[in-house]
């Protein structure tokens, strides 16, 4: 099997993996994906036929028998060889992830990173098996009992368009580290970056079956968790299809981990630095193109120097350079795809008519070369209010509204009870006794202090809550208990 990862400007027709091989699809189904700078067409894909699905199913159960038997130290070495081996082509991941989805090549950089760190932290997933296993000599006269932790079986791994690699990441190698194997079916968006990180795991020797890839959507994903030996679900994407998913797995008895949508808050006090504010804001509302999950486009500032935030903010704003990400001078690409931008020039367009102003509108840019691409420029309105219905759904791009409370404690009431949402929340303050009220009193699974983005590292959970979360489990190093069930074994030898 090959093990080069290079970019291309196009990738013909993309394959699906399953047991081990790359084989054509037979779906007369085909989908066409592209260039978010140049709008050009960059690669097809087959939608996967039931019977495709149902046979990379079966090369997983297949697989799971023999990799669930695989000695821990075994399974350990592939881990650390993948690890090597996604850094050694780190760079050309990233410009695979950038050219696909249309982030900086700097965001790539970030997320492949981030991916490689979840690819180290299973492995210490693998070795912290053993700490969890435990054994009690003499429970009764002559009884010992043990507790072991068991693989389940074969996954569903379903990734989103926004972070196809990092939610790879979030789910794979743990399921991997524990003796699970995996069928993974990306988003539709952004295919080539889900077909290289699947053709980079499978280069460093995992038996074959271990992961497979099929191409389709939810009618794809519905079926493959309907199959007796799947045993649940990863799933990182929308509340609504996380919801579906969820419903399934309850009528089936399935566990899942179901990551949704967010309605993000960052809240400013009046003894922040406004000029590190208006730097963070641009991480925090417009990085990836407003397309993250812990980004944010609710700005709630607190105080009486907003007027100086606003034009501070403005300034930065417009400094973005817009264009190719791939240029190491732009600071914001274009969004994923033209359905997405679309999305975000209606959300603008009805958060007007509900009344907020616009300041600095960035729905028509001209991007000199790239006349075909998706791009939108920073958009920053304000007078939102909570009660907006615009304030209570994320408009996944890169847009800020700016609102105004009159004081923490009213910010708070909107974080927590102005949305049935819970991934993030973020307060910039030079005031401790702020921050720690706002860090016990937020709703959220994930709270920043000071920063733009609270992304956890590998080693903790993405702690969402409230819709933002569904399942039995978090992602990352929590996704143990979702690839893992107990055993107790209680024994008389006397």
């Not at 009193?441 to 956890?456: C, R, T």
Request: glycine content about 10%.
């Amino acid at each position: 099997m090959s093990t080069e990862i290079k970019m291309k400007k196009h990738y013909g027709m993309l394959k699906l993996l399953i047991g081990g091989e790359w084989v054509e699809s037979k779906s007369t189904k085909i989908q066409k994906s592209y260039n978010p700078v140049t709008g050009e067409e960059i690669a097809e894909f087959p939608e996967a036929t039931k019977e495709e699905a149902r046979a990379a199913v079966e090369a997983a159960q297949k697989a799971f028998l023999v990799w669930k038997n695989v000695p821990l130290r075994e399974r350990a070495r592939l881990l650390f060889d993948l690890r090597g081996f996604l850094d050694a082509n780190e760079e050309e991941l990233s410009r695979i992830l950038s050219q696909d989805h249309g982030r900086t090549i700097g965001e790539a950089r970030g997320s492949i990173r981030r991916s490689i760190e979840n690819v180290e932290s299973a492995c210490s997933a693998a070795y912290r098996l053993v700490r969890d296993n435990e054994h009690l000599d003499s429970l009764a006269n002559g009884i010992d009992q043990t507790l072991v932790w068991e693989p389940l079986g074969p996954f569903l791994v379903v990734t989103p368009g926004n972070i196809p690699v990092h939610a790879w990441s979030s789910f794979v190698p743990y399921a991997l580290a524990t003796g699970c194997t995996v069928v993974v079916s990306p988003s539709r968006q952004d295919p080539v970056a889900a077909d290289a990180i699947a053709r980079a795991a499978t280069a460093v020797g995992f038996p074959p079956g271990c992961i497979n890839l099929v191409h389709g959507g939810r009618h794809i994903n519905k079926y493959i968790l309907d199959q007796p030996e799947i045993q649940g679900v990863g799933f990182i994407g929308s509340t609504p299809a996380g919801w579906d998913l969820y419903k399934q797995c309850g009528e089936l008895g399935k566990v899942s981990s179901l990551n949704g949508n967010g309605k993000n808050n960052v809240v400013i006090m009046d003894d922040a630095d406004m000029d590190q504010v208006a730097q963070w804001l641009l991480r925090s509302c417009f990085g990836m193109g407003g397309q993250r999950c812990l980004g944010s486009d609710n700005v709630i500032f607190v105080g009486e120097r907003y007027e100086e935030l606003k034009e501070k903010f403005v300034a930065a704003a417009k400094s973005l350079k817009l264009g190719d990400g791939l240029d190491e001078s732009t600071g914001l690409g274009p969004m994923c795809t033209q359905a997405g931008k679309d999305k975000v020039i209606d959300f603008i367009g009805r958060a007007l008519d509900e009344g907020c102003q616009m300041v600095l509108d960035g729905r028509n840019p001209v991007v000199e070369g790239c006349e075909n691409g998706y791009f939108l420029a920073p958009t920053i309105m304000e007078n939102g209010n909570p009660d907006m219905e615009t304030s209570k759904e994320e408009s996944f791009g890169p847009v800020a509204v700016l609102m105004r409370a009159k004081d923490l404690d009213e910010a708070l009431d909107w974080i927590n009870n102005k949305t049935n949402y819970g991934h993030s929340a973020c307060i910039f303050t030079a005031s401790g006794k702020a921050a720690r009220k706002f860090s016990k009193e937020a709703i959220v699974g994930n709270v920043g202090i000071n920063v733009a983005v609270p992304q956890p590292y590998a080693f903790f959970p993405l702690g969402s809550k409230r819709e933002s979360f569904l399942g039995s489990a978090k992602s990352r190093m929590a996704s143990l208990r979702l690839f893992l069930d107990e055993k107790t074994i209680t024994s008389r030898w006397v």
